[in-house]
């Protein structure tokens, strides 16, 4: 008796900030082109307006294959919260808390899952309960192949510490020689909140899901071979760390339809496209700061001098703006930016040189994979950009450099070549997840 295919039914579960929600949008995105069936699980409440407008204009861009499910986790006692804590890492730390109530969520759902896949923040949490989800479960790592080799060799650092409790401040020494790779991780380029006294949620993020990533079915990573061949080939072939599960380079997962605003959010973008229309080609330089307030004044952020001088020659908005229109200008020729690994991700899609000047987390991490790839420059004497002061005279230096520099430009044009190549059709991001896709079906038949 013929009994038809079941569809293939994958769970997405995101976590807080545009940072983590964008790429696993875009990752589901690459599963529904494949045919498969997904549900979103949102966590309530959403932190910010602009995560609630992705998460609509996505659901809405798929009405007949998306369905989206809500997750209230428990609040937490705010007595028992610092004063000044992120609103991310709060929601952070509030799903970790509520995930027990994951399970009744997931079993209810009407069609089988084929698999399950969640934000990198929530790994202890989930393998708490993974052995009640009847699927496989992954993670989908939003930095670098080189931070998750980091992560993954914190727990044998800390068991090398002969300390009743290593700390990292102790365990981490001058450098981290990850097995595997040429160049060692500096002290310098771990995220200072893993390194600071005493104990904070972050640090306690890591060291427990450093230990539990072996525990994973996979993880799902927006890189490819071209990008970190060294550091993906070092993670799969049990050198980092033995007994890790498969790492799936399935990037550069790239800005979809569904990610577009209406002209009335975006109505900058056209006054910037016919300025950048009016530049020779290769000639501006496009410059992303991040972290700041709301409802500071654009003088407020750069001063009423420096304000007037790049009004003389430039545009300076702030706003919202479609940054691969920007970057897949002909006029631009470089990009100063922070190292956020999506923001790398999308420069290299466009073959544009960069430049990072990391502010916090993993960005000295993904400045060094840039570094290393040849398609970037790190001013690593800049330190972490709330660190020091850095002249204006010295900035300039760097950024002619970058504009100047030939084999840069043509290392970049090479990566966007490989980039595109590696999300085509028959690439390795099309082949990857055809291969998990048969693999569940297998499963499934078997269950």
Known sequence: ???????????????????????????????????????????????????????????????????????????????????NIDPFYLQFQTIRRSIHLLLPILSSLATPLSAFIYNVSLISAVVSISDKLFCPSYIYFTSSARMLSFVACVSVLADSDPAAQPHPSTFIGDAVQVPGFTSPIPRSSVPLAFLLEGSNSFQRMIME???????????????????????????????????????????????????????????????????????????????????????????????????????????????????????GHPAVGGFVSHGGWNSITETLWEGVPILTWPQHGDQKMTSEAIKISGVGIWAEEWGWGTQKVVEGKEIAKRIKEMMSNESLRVKAGEMKEAARKACGVGGSCEVIVKRLIEEWKRKAQVN
């Open 1 to 83: 008796m013929y009994v038809p295919e079941a569809a293939v039914h994958v769970a997405f579960l995101p976590s807080a900030g545009m940072g983590h929600l964008n790429p696993c949008l875009r990752l589901a995105s690459v599963f529904l082109r494949h045919g498969c069936k997904v549900t979103l699980i949102t966590p309530k409440p959403i932190v910010s307006m602009a995560e609630s407008d992705l998460i609509t204009r996505f659901c809405s861009s798929f009405p007949h294959q998306v369905t989206q499910v809500d997750f209230n986790p428990i609040p937490l006692d705010p007595t028992t919260l610092s004063t």
């Open 209 to 327: 899901d450093s230990r539990n990533l072996t525990k994973l079915d996979g993880v799902l990573i927006n890189s490819f071979e071209e990008l970190e061949g060294e550091a993906l080939a070092a993670l799969n072939e049990g050198k980092v760390v033995r007994g890790l599960p498969p790492v799936y380079g399935i990037g550069p997962l790239m800005a979809c339809e569904f990610e577009n605003v209406d002209g009335g959010k975006k109505s900058g973008m056209s006054w910037i496209l016919e300025w950048l229309d009016e530049q020779a080609k290769g000639s501006v330089v496009y410059v992303s700061r991040v972290d700041r307030e709301e409802d500071e004044g654009l003088e407020d952020v750069l001063g009423s001098e420096l304000m007037g001088k790049v009004r003389e020659r430039g545009v300076v908005v702030k706003e919202y703006v479609d940054q691969m229109k920007i970057l």
